[in-house]
């Protein structure tokens, strides 16, 4: 049995302290440090000082700390370092606070009023009140600490009953000061068809600055995502690590700034600098929350922390499978017709499948969505192109005795549309500046500050699930960045608000959308992996990682979402050759066996395949039906990183019981007498016995350990040899090579 949370809090004067310690169901009295506050997840703890009419300073965060160690929070060097640093009195450095009050004074100073601790359903919620020692100004900086999962929320709750508004400038969701010494910055990095590329560096002395402002997607360039390594470089499955996760659907900055001091300074929030926001007297302003985790098992354990924290706690649908799928994007593109969609519902369906999603093109009467120029905002079926409608399309995937999805951009509009005939004022516009379009020269991005606009894209919504229930998914797209900085319907003292108020229109309208349809699965495709990030999750049950479906890359692009997103969320779809994005031709088998590692679907055109391969990907979809519990909620170890130079990448999934193991080999590189490394298994019970089983195989003749048993212990310390080429006939013989082995456990 994991120990459960353990908070604490003295206040100043008293002389005994409750201790709130979840050990079972056990309440225990420990002594404690007066002003000390400690939250606590299974495995770690960050402690803070909180004297009331003080500073609240960090003490310590790291390793899970007994009461004799907590004890010693004085004796031991700690950190001791001020937890929120306000701009203007005592503080020298990068402020994670700035206001400014109507009188013009831009200084605050803050000091600890009281903590309170609450008892949630999954957690323990402890807030820090802190005030400006001369004006009404609040400050509640909130942690969440989950009982079951090494995972704590931190955000910021601001306030005043100022008579005037005060202006927030800099308002971060958190700041953590880390000691300086050989400390790494793990991140992500990219662009459209390359998302998510990793990159590893040491921090050095200046700043590292990490953010986004295309205002609708904001995963594309960079990720809202770090992960510090303490001991030096990077490991898998080694050294102190702390991950850190900035949960916002919008703008974001992840900034670390490395002074003359011993600290390197890490704050991450909403990206103020073009969004200031005039906060009124009685109004909660409420940070996104910044979700922090800590392993000593390396980028792996803190990889595996978020995994089972996003699984159960802020994916939409976590502990439900996700089903097998065809798209139909790059099968028929914008070419949508009735027969077409039936044709490749029959095909999907003889392979196993269990969805087929009709994608862009299905819309538009009087301005029709023949490429991506008009339409949007149109959600009304082209009577030309489907003469039966989706009731027609249901009927046929009821036939086939498959689900039905269907593709949507609900935030975009077209002016091409009757939407934008109709409604001009709700697209977002600078006021009296040349209005810019995007995508096909004539796309907008709909201003959700308006709650007209936010009634009609639940609206659209609610209409398609209404009238037809029997749909069970929707691919929810956006491919546009916002390139008008304003509102109409905003007053002049509200534009910088544009940002912040837009993601709090959208949130609002998914989170009614969720409220009444909570068991849609729901994609968030945003120009591929633009919406990769937690703040999105609890909306979305996955995302499309990229547009760039060419299997060699997202073996690439893959690797570095799964730092952070566990894959049950992550779409991988098998697609054809040579690829649509890279003109590159990758083996079936291939292409296969890394769509395998995440959600699995296909995008591509049945018809278009012979019948050896729709066999191949028959055999696959049933393989895949087999491990898809390990898959997609098993503990997910990284072996071999494409990053590393080595020519090959290996992972494996393993179920939390240790008894079954899913593991990924693939080769990414062809040299004459290339040494190829051995592989050691990770993740396996070094006690239990595993009899290994080759899937998708193509070979002539099976693998020298092809139903052998072998002990969890030979695997991850000696590994196995993976032979470098597939030994097929000569005719069938290419440059790739990729491997998938099931391990189940043989009991005695």
């Known amino acids: 049995m994991f120990p459960l949370l353990k908070y604490e809090f003295r206040m ?20 404690a440090t007066a002003g000390q506050v400690v939250v606590s997840t299974p495995s770690f703890s960050l402690v803070l000082d909180a004297p009331v009419g003080g500073e609240l300073k960090y003490l310590y965060y790291g390793n899970k700390l007994s009461a004799a160690d907590l004890l010693q929070m004085d004796v031991a060097s700690t950190c001791h370092h001020v937890a929120y640093p306000s701009y203007g009195i005592g503080w020298p450095g990068e402020p994670a606070l700035r206001v400014k009050h109507a009188d013009g004074v831009i200084a605050t100073r803050l000091h600890v009023q009281e903590v309170e601790v609450r008892q949630e359903q999954d957690a323990v919620l402890t807030q820090v009140k802190l005030k400006d020692r001369v004006y009404p100004f609040y400050v509640n900086l909130c942690y969440k600490a989950y009982r079951e999962v090494d995972v704590i929320e931190t955000w910021t709750e601001l306030s005043h009953t100022e008579k005037a508004p005060v202006m927030l400038l800099q308002f971060a969701s958190s700041y953590l000061p880390l000691r300086r010494g050989d400390v790494w910055l793990s991140s992500l990095y990219g662009g459209w068809g390359n998302e998510a590329r990793l990159l590893q560096e040491p921090l050095k002395p200046g700043i590292r600055l990490i953010k986004n402002t295309d205002g609708v997607r904001n995963s594309h360039t960079a990720h809202a995502e770090v992960m510090f390594s303490l001991d030096g470089k990077p490991q898998e499955n080694n050294g102190r690590t702390i991950g850190a996760a900035l949960c916002y659907t919008g703008d974001y900055k992840l900034k670390i700034n490395t002074d003359d001091g011993d600290f390197h300074h890490f704050y991450a929030g909403i990206d103020e600098e073009c969004a200031s926001y005039k906060l009124k007297k009685g109004e909660v302003f409420c940070t996104p929350p910044l979700a922090l985790t800590y ?40 070419d949508i017709n009735q027969k077409d969609m039936e044709q490749m519902m029959a095909d999907i369906a003889s392979m196993g499948g269990e969805l087929f999603v009709m994608d862009d093109g299905w819309f538009g009467d009087k301005h029709p969505r023949d490429i991506d120029n008009a339409g949007l905002g149109d959600w009304v079926v082209n009577p030309k192109k489907l003469p039966d409608g989706i009731a027609g399309l249901l009927r046929d995937a009821a036939k086939h005795h498959i689900g039905f999805g269907i593709w949507i ?42 709650p007209a606009v936010q009634d009609f894209i639940f609206y659209t919504v609610d209409t398609l699930l209404t009238r037809y229930p029997a749909i069970e998914y929707i691919k929810w797209d956006a491919n546009m960045p916002v390139l008008n900085h304003g509102s109409v319907h905003l007053g002049k003292d509200e534009q910088s608000h544009l940002s912040i108020l837009y993601h709090r229109g959208f949130e609002e309208v998914c989170r009614r959308i969720r409220d009444k349809y909570p068991d849609v699965t729901i994609q968030a495709c945003a120009s591929g992996g633009g919406r990769v990030n937690y703040g999105y999750l609890p909306y979305f049950d996955e995302f499309w990682t990229s547009d760039n479906t060419d299997a060699l890359q997202r073996v690439y692009i893959q690797w570095g979402t799964s730092y952070f997103f566990p894959a049950i969320a992550m779409g991988a779809h098998i697609s054809a050759a040579p690829n649509h994005q890279t003109h590159r031709s990758v083996p079936l088998k291939y292409r296969i066996d ?112 092809e139903g052998k048993v072998l002990s969890g212990s030979f695997l991850m310390s000696h590994g196995l040899e993976i032979p470098a080429e597939h030994r097929v006939d000569a005719d069938k013989m290419n440059d790739y090579a990729s491997r998938i082995l099931y391990l189940e456990e043989v009991k005695p």
């Open 295 to 334: 392993s000593e098992e390396g980028l792996g354990g803190a990889s595996r922390n978020f995994h089972k924290w996003g699984r159960n706690y802020k994916l939409a649908n976590g502990n439900k499978l996700r089903k097998i799928l065809l798209n139909s994007w790059e099968g028929v593109y914008f």
């Open 409 to 450: 951009e609900p935030e975009m509009t077209n002016t091409r549309s009757e939407l934008y005939e109709k409604h001009p004022d709700w697209v977002m516009k600078v006021p009296r500046q040349d209005f810019i379009t995007a995508r096909g020269g004539t796309q907008a991005v709909l201003d959700l500050t308006n």
């Open 594 to 705: 890394v769509a395998m590692s995440g959600r699995l679907g296909m995008e591509i055109q049945p018809r278009n395949m012979s019948d050896e391969e729709k066999e191949l990907c028959r055999k696959a979809i049933a393989a895949y039906k087999e491990i898809r519990p390990v898959v997609q909620f098993g503990e997910l170890y990284r072996l071999l990183s494409p990053y590393d130079g080595q020519g090959v990448a290996s992972l494996l999934y393993a179920s939390e019981d240790k008894s079954k193991a899913v593991f990924y080999w693939w080769k990414l590189e062809q040299f004459v007498n290339r040494q190829l490394p051995r592989v050691r298994m990770a993740g396996l019970d070094a006690g239990k016995q595993y009899r290994i089983r080759e899937l998708n195989r193509i070979d002539n003749v099976p693998l020298s350990f």
């Open 12 to 31: 100043k004067n008293l002389k005994n302290i409750l201790w709130l310690c979840l050990l079972g169901l056990l309440l225990a009295a420990l002594p």
